[in-house]
Structure formats: C-alpha cells, structure tokens
Nanobody, 115 residues
Framework: VQLQASGGGLVQAGGTLRLSCAASGSISSINTMNWYRQAPGKQRELVATISNGGNANYADSVKGRFTISRDRAKNTVYLQMNSLKPEDTAVYYC??????????WGQGTQVTVSS
C-alpha cells in the first residue's frame, strides 16, 4: 500500500487544518487507517484511527477537536483538525494497517501551530 499525505501548514492557535491521505495499491487489505504525529524530541503517538466499518477512536488529547473520516470512492482518509493548539505542532503521518500489521506509512506532513 502506498500512501500520500498532504494538507499540513502553519496556522495560528484556534485555527483549523485538514490533512489528507490518499491510498493506492492493495487497498482491499487495509483494515484500519491511522493518523500519528511526532513532535520534536518526542515519540510518535497515535492520534486517530478509523476502521473499515467506520468506527473512529481518538487520543484523549485531541478528542472533541479532531475528526477522522474516509472517502472510499477516493481511497482517501482525512483528519479535520479544529481548535488547534501549539502543542499540536508535529509531523503528522498516516498509516494503513491490516489486522495486527502495518501495510504502509505516508511521508509525513508538517503541522505548525503558532501561539
């Protein structure tokens, strides 16, 4: 599975961004699509997950502010980020996963939130 992430940028605190992750290749093997982020000096953390059935889960730090969604026709997953905070600054990665294994990672897109 090949993933192409886009949509990052610089935004002021309280602003919004929408990330996109377009998948190609062995789409049928995907069980979940995930967004991770990694801030400087920190470990990569899981931000949001969406299953094939549409069930979504979020890290506590983004609940109520971020929304993950998928457009099956476009093989694309989105991360709508509202009420952004400086602590959301990170490189965001999308990941496709089968059941218990990773299928591929996107290249990462930088999100910077200024205070």
């Amino acid at each position: 599975v090949q993933l192409q992430a886009s949509g990052g940028g610089l935004v002021q605190a309280g602003g919004t961004l929408r990330l996109s992750c377009a998948a190609s290749g062995s789409i049928s093997s995907i069980n979940t699509m995930n967004w991770y982020r990694q801030a400087p000096g920190k470990q990569r953390e899981l931000v949001a997950t969406i299953s094939n059935g549409g069930n979504a889960n979020y890290a506590d730090s983004v609940k109520g502010r971020f929304t993950i969604s998928r457009d099956r026709a476009k093989n694309t997953v989105y991360l709508q980020m509202n009420s952004l905070k400086p602590e959301d600054t990170a490189v965001y990665y999308c990941k496709a996963a089968g059941i218990g294994y990773a299928l591929g990672w996107g290249q990462g897109t930088q999100v910077t939130v200024s205070s």
